[in-house]
């Protein structure tokens, strides 16, 4: 609680003025502090049956060395925050494919938690998922555009002000 209370008093650069996140706009502030509740299923890889696992975390590392290469798609957990702009600017202009989602759910402390849920639809359909034209977040698909291929397995990227991340690989 005290975690939550911390997120929505010291956020940095305000709100989005129009209450919609648009993660790729590195511009303008675009964070909306927003509420999720994500419910992961986990299982022991015994039998193979699963539909998904995380073979690689990499908890804080630099991200300026990240580069996932053309074997995997890359989902950013980019959310309107001008404090991490700069550091999916950089992400994006050296990834892909690459998506984010973050305007569906804001700005929150589950984030992380979303993109694992994303990635795993994502790797159980076999592309990323198209949203509704009224979604209001349409913005948010495929960089640069909806047509990319999507390749698996899937890396979450997590980005920090100073440039630093996490990265959580998954795959069939």
């Not at 759910?105 to 509704?132: C, I, K, Q, T, Y």
């Not at 640069?144 to 440039?163: H, W």
Request: glycine letters at 10%; a negative charge; proline letters at 6%.
């Amino acid at each position: 609680m005290i975690g939550y209370g911390l997120d929505r008093l010291n956020h940095v650069g305000g709100w989005s003025p129009d209450g919609r996140v648009r993660p790729l706009d590195f511009e303008n502030c675009s964070y909306v502090p927003g509420e999720t509740c994500v419910a992961l299923v986990l299982g022991r890889e015994v039998d193979g049956s699963g539909r998904a696992r995380i073979t690689a975390a990499k908890g804080i590392i630099n991200l300026e060395t990240y580069i996932p290469g053309n074997d995997r798609s890359v989902l950013l957990a980019a959310d309107g925050r001008p404090n991490t702009a700069e550091v999916y600017r950089r992400l994006a202009e050296r990834v892909n494919p690459a998506a984010s989602y973050s305007a569906l759910w804001g700005g929150n402390l589950s984030a992380e938690a979303m993109l694992l849920a994303v990635a795993l639809v994502a790797l159980d359909r076999g592309r990323w998922f198209e949203l509704p034209p009224d979604s209001g977040a349409r913005e948010a698909l495929v960089l640069p555009n909806t047509d990319q291929v999507f390749v698996a397995p899937v890396d979450c990227v997590s980005a920090y002000p100073d440039g630093s991340g996490s990265v959580i690989t998954i795959e069939k």
